[in-house]
């Protein structure tokens, strides 16, 4: 199992960029999917992004495609969600949760289990 752990929120105007972070403990961080979902107040929990274990292939909810990349590097055992021209509608809180390579697809939003506290991020229009 991985324990992740969110960074990188706050607050930002209309178009403006921010980078999240989600930074796993553990040595076998390359063997896990990873996801990003996000959840405004009053509303469901959205999957916005995953990446694959080897981060060859990725998934992207189409309310943030061209905006949003997701990207990591396994050495610093961290996943990345770059984030640019945001939205207002983009405010909410984001997590990241992971899922085993083995016997689970990365795109699936039931793959992933066990949401962290999150990183609440705030755009103002």
């Known amino acids: 199992q991985v324990q992740l752990v969110e960074s990188g929120g706050g607050l930002v105007q209309a178009g403006g960029s921010l980078r999240l972070s989600c930074t796993a403990s553990?040595?076998?961080?390359?063997?896990?999917?990873i996801g990003w979902c996000r959840r405004a107040p009053g509303k469901e929990r959205e999957f916005v992004a995953a990446?694959?274990?080897?981060?060859?292939?990725?998934y992207y909810a189409d309310s943030v495609k061209g905006r949003f990349t997701i990207s990591r590097d396994n050495a610093k055992n961290t996943v990345y969600l770059q984030m640019n021209s945001l939205k207002p509608e983009d405010t909410a809180v984001y997590s990241c949760?992971?899922?085993?390579?083995?016997?689970?697809?990365?795109?699936?939003?039931?793959?992933?289990?066990?949401w962290g506290q999150g990183t609440q991020v705030t755009v103002s229009s």
């Open positions: 949760a992971a899922a085993y390579r083995y016997g689970s697809y990365y795109y699936n939003r039931e793959t992933y289990r066990n």
């Open positions: 553990g040595r076998t961080f390359s063997s896990w999917h």
């Open positions: 990446i694959s274990w080897s981060g060859g292939s990725t």
